[in-house]
């Protein structure tokens, strides 16, 4: 029934899941992974704590045995550089449990910022704006940190064929807005110009943390079997 439910939760996603070596997290792991299999990678989190090499035990576990995708993060210095001192148990279980998430959402963002960093080779986002949009600009300079900060070009197209101060540099709407059948703005799409697949990220007013949440939903492997209806092929030349 778990299995079931994890399935029918994920659907075609993928699950990043936090491995400590303990018990509990190891159990959730191998559930997950019988429900998803290679949709699943682990960030095993070596605090440096366990017995001696049990550690690379755990690493071969799951690997070799369980044939489950792992990145090993060995934090094992800053762990205890931070316990250094510290006698008391609730304390002590309190520090093991925040550097446990903060180095896990450090991996978690450093991953993400790897694929993002690899997308920007090859696509670009397509942002339909009007210049007489109150939100078009107060989106604008959220877009524009976001292509400084990750390298994805945004490509400006203004539908009524103003600008705007953060990009004055823009395309006027050659009826792709029409093909892609966009009907109110801002409005962004991710867009491959080699093969002309384009596909919604948003309408309105996004934060970058949204943004990169959609890009790299959409772009997980298997992300065309449960979308394929909102992703276009359009001849961009």
């Not at 699950?15 to 792991?29: E, I, Q, T």
């Not at 949709?39 to 045995?65: K, P, W």
């Not at 400006?156 to 395309?171: A, E, K, M, N, W």
């Not at 970058?208 to 939903?217: A, G, V």
Request: overall charge negative; charged content about 20%; hydrophobic content about 40%.
């Amino acid at each position: 029934e778990a299995i079931a439910r994890i399935r029918a939760q994920v659907g075609k996603g993928r699950v990043l899941c936090g491995l400590s070596g303990g018990v509990d997290s190891s159990v959730a792991a191998l559930l997950i992974h019988e429900a998803i299999g290679d949709q699943l990678t682990c960030v095993f989190v070596d605090h440096g704590l366990m017995r001696l090499n049990e550690a690379q035990e755990v690493v071969s576990m799951f690997r070799e045995h369980y044939n489950l995708s792992l990145v090993h993060v060995d934090a094992s210095d800053e762990f205890i550089s931070a316990l250094e001192g510290e006698a008391d148990p609730e304390t002590k279980r309190k520090t093991i449990g925040r550097l446990f998430i903060e180095v896990f959402e450090r991996e978690q963002a450093q991953t993400r910022n790897q694929s993002l960093a690899a997308l920007a080779r090859t696509h670009v986002l397509f942002f339909f704006f009007r210049s007489d949009c109150p939100y078009c600009h107060a989106f604008a300079p959220t877009l524009e940190a976001f292509q400084a900060r990750h390298g994805i070009q945004i490509v400006p197209i203004s539908v009524d064929g103003g600008g705007l101060p953060t990009f004055t540099q823009y395309r006027r709407d050659n009826g792709i807005s029409r093909t892609l059948q966009v009907t109110q703005v801002p409005a962004v799409f991710l867009a491959e110009p080699f093969t002309g697949k384009i596909t919604p990220i948003g309408f309105g007013v996004l934060s970058e943390s949204q943004l990169i949440e959609r890009i790299t939903t959409i772009t997980a492997p298997g992300a065309d079997a449960y979308a394929p209806s909102i992703t276009r092929r359009v001849n961009l030349q």
